[in-house]
Nanobody, 124 residues
Framework: QVQLVESGGGLAQAGGSLRLSCAAS????????MGWFRQAPGKDREFVAA????????SYADSVKGRFTISRDNAKNTVYLQMNSLKPEDTAVYYC?????????????????WGQGTQVTVSS
């Protein structure tokens, strides 16, 4: 498994930006696809974005496409989520996760390691 630690959450105004980071250790990071999920109060955890091991492929939920960007720095064993044009409906706890397989990125069952989560709150 992979140990994951998120950081960078906080409070932002609508239209603002935040960047989340997720530091990984324990598995060969450069061969592991990584994903970001979020969970709002009273709602199920949902897929946000994912990136392949080498960073050549990405996938986004329709709700964040064009506003969020996932990236990674394999030299630092870190994956990022740049969030721009934030909306109040982006408010949630954001989790990074390490995938077991390089497919089915939107399915949370494909991820066997999860971070502790970081709160993102967007005010209107």
């Amino acid at each position: 498994q992979v140990q994951l630690v998120e950081s960078g959450g906080g409070l932002a105004q609508a239209g603002g930006s935040l960047r989340l980071s997720c530091a990984a250790s324990g598995r060969t990071f450069s061969t592991t696809a990584m994903g970001w999920f979020r969970q709002a109060p009273g709602k199920d955890r949902e897929f946000v974005a994912a990136i392949s091991g080498r960073g050549s492929s990405t996938s986004y939920a329709d709700s964040v496409k064009g506003r969020f960007t996932i990236s990674r720095d394999n030299a630092k064993n870190t994956v990022y989520l740049q969030m721009n044009s934030l909306k109040p409906e982006d408010t949630a706890v954001y989790y990074c996760a390490a995938a077991m397989y390089n497919y089915a990125w939107k399915d949370s069952r494909n991820y066997d390691s999860w971070g502790q989560g970081t709160q993102v709150t967007v005010s209107s």
